[in-house]
């Protein structure tokens, strides 16, 4: 049995709308190979623009918020860079 809907449209229109500055943190964590220590992500990766609750921040500013010396996995790394970033609708420009 199929479906009447038209299945080559998309799912989700993409309009016009306004930029959200920053990197998604996920995206920063892909780029990096685990396990890191907190030194290691600054210097690999502080420079880089993320999104936050707040705005773009620094990566190495969001991290001083964050007191774990050492991340095993990414997902660690993820969980403990969100928590100091706060929860939130991220502004956009």
Do not use: C, H
Request: a negative charge.
């Amino acid at each position: 049995m199929s479906d009447d809907n038209d299945e080559d449209a998309p799912a989700v229109e993409l309009g016009e709308g306004a930029r959200v500055a920053g990197a998604p943190i996920a995206r920063v964590a892909s780029r990096l190979t685990w396990a890191l220590q907190k030194s290691e992500v600054v210097r690999k990766e502080g420079d880089t623009v993320v999104r936050t609750p707040d705005g773009p921040r620094d990566l190495d500013a969001v991290l001083e918020d964050v007191s774990t010396p050492y991340f095993e996995t990414r997902r660690e790394f993820e969980r403990d860079v969100r928590a100091a970033m706060g929860a939130g609708p991220v502004p956009t420009e």
